[in-house]
């Protein structure tokens, strides 16, 4: 099942503007089971040992899908269309991969960053 990193609390003025709220709408959308998993951005958490070893920039969204990790919003939603076998979505994302291989910085998406 895969375990979504979102935020469980934020501060005030970026409540329902966090990215974590695509990941989650694509997961419904595309009807793959998930669970939640809030992290608590204004205490800290995401600066924790533990959530560093999984996502060394700190950043949310991030899935975990039975020990696959992957994080950046963009490539959370590409994974989950290419699990949820959508075929429309997916040759747009093979498009963006292709369009990646020129720019360093997008080409980030397509890899397993090591930090």
Do not use: E, S
């Given at each position: 099942?895969?375990?979504?990193?979102?935020?469980?609390?934020?501060?005030?003025?970026v409540i329902g503007e966090t990215r974590d709220l695509r990941a989650q709408w694509a997961l419904e959308e595309a009807g793959l089971p998930y669970r939640v998993h809030g992290v608590d951005h204004t205490g800290g958490e995401n600066q924790s040992a533990a959530y560093v070893r999984m996502n060394?920039?700190?950043?949310l969204p991030?899935?975990?899908d039975d020990g696959f990790v992957v994080a950046e919003s963009g490539a959370v939603l590409l994974y989950i269309a290419e699990k949820a076998g959508r075929p429309m979505v997916l040759?747009?994302?093979r498009n963006l991969?292709?369009?990646?291989?020129g720019d360093p910085v997008d080409r980030q998406i397509w890899r397993?960053?090591?930090c």
């Open positions: 099942m895969i375990t979504l990193y979102g935020f469980g609390r934020v501060f005030r003025q060394c920039f700190r950043l991030v899935i975990d040759r747009r994302a991969r292709a369009a990646a291989d397993r960053r090591r």
